[in-house]
């Protein structure tokens, strides 16, 4: 299997899967000289890890990250950093009965139609566990990015959860980390705490949407036509385990909207330009504009329930399927630390372009 890496000089290859002894990722491309030890990546890991309330997984992984190369009294050399995520609550006899049937909505069938041979424990490299590995690039990013550009500030939050939306009038950005559904509105995180415990006791789950925002973004980063700054940032959300579709700024809603409405007007402010409004999401050409980058983000419900399903199995008999183990009712709670990691890791990779493509020239306004 190809294709596991990431970026274009901050570039990230992850390896691993659910059930096997450890996961982790090599992350190369890092400038020499960043002060970077695990204790910067781990409160990372620590927002993602499974087990923290009733509404995630009970599996419970203490997601320790170890630094084995790469970094040298506390500071990078310049060379791959490689970093390390033990397995250590795994419980493989939960996947016996799914060992030759294919649990729908998952990708168990399309692994074995690809490959003919798949790890069906936890399923393998499809698992949502495979994101513990990009949320420690994330980590590493966000050191890096706190060096080269200490303005950005990055963070993530759930603004649906199913049919319940957030009332943006209520947005409180206090809130984010006071409920275990990264809600900026403490009323809604209420209306979703019932919600998703009816749905998590009759063996349901449910599907999301996160919105990931980053200011203090620099203007100049992406380059048209084939690496544009939100093409690359909609590939790396788009690649999250049960992600299903991405938009930035005003995304789909831009279809609705005339050219009066959408177009981000423009005046000249102490500092330089001044925009309007944000309709692009901070990003116009591919190229990022100084205003804060918006992305929005949908995961599926979780595929693994315990209500019966109908499929298929490798002989293409057919059968009712229940699939038993420890799993989110609800996904994309978990999402929001991954999201967050691929706007870092995306930002970072960017940025690092830009100095080698441009030096950091940009042309004067005023």
């Known amino acids: 299997m190809s294709f596991n890496t990431f970026g274009h000089i901050f570039r990230v290859t992850t390896w691993g899967e659910s059930h096997g002894p450890a996961l982790g990722c090599t992350v190369d491309g890092v400038p020499p000289g960043i002060a970077l030890t695990e204790a910067d990546i781990q409160p990372w890991l620590d927002r993602r890890k499974p087990g923290q309330n009733k509404f995630t997984t009970q599996r419970q992984e203490a997601d320790q990250v170890r630094i084995l190369s790469g970094v040298f ?93 957030i009332d943006r009038t209520r947005f409180d950005e206090t809130q984010i980390d006071q409920n275990p559904f990264w809600c900026p509105d403490a009323t809604a995180a209420i209306e979703w705490a019932g919600y998703l415990d009816e749905l998590r006791l009759s063996h349901n789950s449910v599907g999301a949407v996160i919105e990931v925002t980053a200011t203090g973004v620099p203007a100049g980063l992406g380059a048209p036509l084939y690496a544009k700054l939100d093409s690359d940032l909609a590939s790396g959300m788009m690649s999250i385990n049960a992600v299903k579709a991405v938009e930035i700024g005003d995304g789909m809603g831009v279809a609705a909207l005339t050219g009066v409405d959408n177009a981000d007007e423009i005046r000249m402010g102490p500092d330089g330009p001044e925009f309007l409004s944000n309709h692009a999401g901070g990003i116009l050409g591919g190229i990022s504009t100084g205003q804060p980058v918006i992305c929005r983000f949908a995961v599926k419900p979780t595929s693994s329930i315990l209500t019966p399903r109908r499929t298929i199995d490798t002989t293409g008999a057919e059968r ?43 042309g004067k306004i005023g």
């Open 73 to 165: 009294e506390g500071m990078t050399t310049g060379t791959p950093i490689q970093l390390m995520i033990e397995n250590t609550d795994q419980r493989s006899k939960d996947y016996g009965d799914i060992a030759q049937a294919f649990r729908p909505g998952h990708a168990d069938i399309t692994y074995h139609q690809k490959y003919g041979h798949r790890d069906y424990r936890g399923g393998g490299r499809s698992s949502a566990r495979e994101t513990a590995a990009r949320v420690a690039a994330g980590g590493v990013a966000r050191a890096v990015l706190a060096r080269l550009a200490p303005a950005v500030r990055i963070s993530g939050f759930m603004v649906q959860m199913g049919a319940k939306g």
């Open 320 to 362: 009712d399927l229940i699939t038993k183990g420890r799993h989110d009712p609800c996904v994309g709670i978990r999402a929001v630390p991954v999201g967050e990691a691929m706007m870092a890791c995306t930002l970072l990779d960017h940025l690092l372009l830009d100095r080698g493509h441009t030096g950091g020239l940009r």
